[in-house]
């Protein structure tokens, strides 16, 4: 007896459709050479949208209400080490008062020197959506290793990093600690400083490492300006220096939270 069933061929399975991921370039010496291209690469690699400068601009009053206690309490770490507190027994570009040879928290150079990191700190909540947020960024990190100023200030890497860390911990916990902030403001907020810091931290490495030195050619164009100035202009807004310094003294409180 014959079977008459036709013979079939036996199925293969389907090969799986091959995905093919998106591979975004870089270009390496772009890095090293054009400050835009190293942020949008950061921007880029950080996710740090739309969403983040948001986060940003709606938070700066609750940011800014934190600065006057941030500054003391960083300023506070910075004079308990004897290795950061000498930096500043060097006279800053503009101050022109006197000098004490173990500088305190009342000291001039350390209110003359409050009163710039609250305004750096008060630039940090303007617009990041900027290219002249981020230049001045760099230039934060470029007066650090002693370019850009008349009078040149050199501070360690691992002084500048552990500061930042610093600051950003400080900020962090009180922000999730704000009793009114709805947690999820919280949690943007908190990521979108983050990521501003970590920014800020490589531009201060870039200063100090060697990565990519093939690319760069030497300092010799980079223009002495005022501290807080930024390609001759104002940047950061910094109050009267007499009255500046009567505000500082009397700053020992944290500032009550903002609604």
């Known amino acids: 007896m014959t079977n008459d069933t036709p013979l079939t061929a036996p199925k293969l399975a389907a090969k799986p459709a091959v995905r093919t991921r998106h591979i975004s370039h870089i270009n390496r010496e772009d890095l090293y050479t054009n400050l835009e291209a190293r942020i949008h690469y950061l921007h880029s690699f950080l996710d740090f949208n739309s969403a983040d400068i948001d986060a940003l601009i709606t938070g700066s009053k609750y940011v800014k209400a934190l600065i006057p206690a941030v500054v003391n309490i960083v300023y506070k770490k910075l004079l308990s080490y004897d290795i950061t507190a000498r930096a500043f027994t060097t006279r800053s570009t503009s101050f022109e008062g006197p000098l004490d040879e173990q500088p305190d928290e009342n000291s001039p150079q350390i209110l003359h020197r409050k009163m710039f990191l609250r305004a750096y700190l008060n630039k940090l909540c303007t617009d990041p959506s900027r290219m002249e947020f981020w230049e001045y960024l760099d230039k934060v990190g470029m007066m650090h290793v002693g370019l850009g100023r008349a009078h040149p200030l050199h501070v360690e890497y691992i002084h500048l990093g552990a500061c930042l860390s610093f600051i950003q911990d400080i900020l962090t916990e009180a922000i999730l600690s704000h009793p009114r902030l709805h947690i999820q403001r919280k949690i943007a907020l908190v990521k979108a400083i ?31 300006e005022k501290e807080g100035y930024l390609n001759g202009k104002r940047c950061l807004m910094t109050k009267n220096w007499p009255t500046y310094r009567r505000l500082l003294v009397s700053e020992e409180k944290p500032a009550a939270p903002v609604a």
Request: hydrophobic share 40%; aromatic share 10%.
């Open 194 to 224: 983050g990521k501003v810091i970590w920014i800020q931290n490589d531009l201060m490495a870039k200063w100090h490492v060697r990565d990519g030195e093939e690319y760069v050619s030497d300092n010799s164009d980079i223009v002495i």
